[in-house]
């Protein structure tokens, strides 16, 4: 198994204070992991935090960069956005965006538990006719 670039185990040091992560390479980069959530991607060096609709803007205000990537000549943009700079300086700042990436992965994680519940609630109820 191939061992986590510097940077990747650099950013084990950044989280100290918000807690323990895994790494786990994966498409040419690393999945980052709190408590088995993926709350973070590293591509070509570069850290993306997981976002969602409650915490993409905060992200964009602070200057942070969506994830996106080509597949067949289109771009695709994923829910993550490049981490603040000013988190591998501050290990405070580091514990609230890290904290912020968490509640969106397990918002997400939630979600797609519910999603078969949801879409047994959109089925229309039979009639006496069709059963």
Known sequence: M???NEFVEFLHEVFHC?????????????????????IGLVASDVLYLKTDAQTAARFAEAGCRPFEYT???????????????????DPQAARVWASLAFE??????NKT????????ARTPPQSAGDR
């Open 71 to 89: 597949k067949n000549g289109v771009v695709m943009q994923m829910s993550y956005a490049s981490a603040p700079v000013e988190i591998f300086d």
């Open 113 to 120: 538990a519910r999603a078969p519940a949801s879409r047994r």
């Open 18 to 38: 918000f807690g323990s992560l895994r790494s786990r390479p994966m498409f040419g980069g690393y999945g980052i992991y709190h408590q088995e959530v993926m």
């Open 104 to 109: 969106a992965a397990l918002r997400a994680k």
């Open 2 to 4: 191939k061992k986590a």
